[in-house]
T-cell receptor
Framework: SQTIHQWPATLVQPVGSPLSLECTVEGTSNPNLYWYRQAAGRGLQLLFYSVGIGQISSEVPQNLSASRPQDRQFILSSKKLLLSDSGFYLC???????????????FGPGTRLTVL | AQSVSQHNHHVILSEAASLELGCNYS??????LFWYVQYPGQHLQLLLK??????LVKGIKGFEAEFIKSKFSFNLRKPSVQWSDTAEYFC??????????FGKGTRLHILP
């Protein structure tokens, strides 16, 4: 069965420091991968998605970037964190078009980021 | 651009009451629609989904949703809620590409 992992679970970082959040998926190949930010009352905001290695689509111009160095690895980064980057970050995957579950997303446990 | 609107931000009901959570979307083409639920302290998980065919979709835990194309709506319903239904509910839309867009969520609180 497929599983999705995110780490760290929680992170407290000072303003101006770099960020690296990691997401990995097991039990599937060539998944679509997604990064969301969840804020109270604002739902899930899609930040980035990727349909393959090295292919990143950015939905919201901001202080963050994403990379996909391997098929089942998705990384969210920042060179200098801002206070407004605080939030709950969720990674999700869905199957490629040839796979069952193509249209459904499966979510990881999330990372709670606090920028001080 | 496509969007998803959930009208109710916070709903409070007593056990055994009937539930209907509104969801409207804006997109002119073929859509796939979803309802996700997030129970306190747990991952987001899928309640139900609509791809095509019968517009009345049944999901887990007694939930159902009806796709009304003319109204661009996909409302979630349950005839009799339980305390364990306390959670946040998200409506989501997938158009022809790979993006899935979520609404802002509805917090449902069931009084025992």
């Amino acid at each position: 069965s497929q599983t999705i992992h995110q780490w760290p679970a929680t992170l407290v970082q000072p303003v101006g420091s770099p960020l690296s959040l990691e997401c990995t998926v097991e039990g599937t190949s060539n998944p679509n991968l997604y990064w969301y930010r969840q804020a109270a009352g604002r739902g899930l905001q899609l930040l980035f998605y990727s349909v393959g290695i090295g292919q990143i689509s950015s939905e919201v111009p901001q202080n963050l970037s994403a990379s996909r160095p391997q098929d089942r690895q998705f990384i969210l980064s920042s060179k200098k964190l801002l206070l407004s980057d605080s939030g709950f970050y969720l990674c999700a995957w869905s199957g490629g078009i040839q796979l069952a579950g193509y249209n459904e997303q499966f979510f990881g446990p999330g990372t709670r980021l606090t920028v001080l | 651009a496509q969007s998803v609107s959930q009208h109710n931000h916070h709903v409070i009901l007593s056990e055994a009451a009937s539930l209907e959570l509104g969801c409207n979307y804006s997109y002119g083409g073929t859509v796939n629609l979803f309802w996700y639920v997030q129970y306190p302290g747990q991952h987001l998980q899928l309640l139900l989904k609509y791809f095509s065919g019968d517009p009345l979709v049944k999901g887990i835990k007694g939930f159902e949703a009806e796709f009304i194309k003319s109204k661009f709506s996909f409302n979630l319903r349950k005839p009799s809620v339980q305390w364990s239904d306390t959670a946040e509910y998200f409506c989501a839309l997938k158009e022809g590409g790979d993006k899935i867009i979520f609404g802002k969520g509805t917090r449902l609180h069931i009084l025992p």
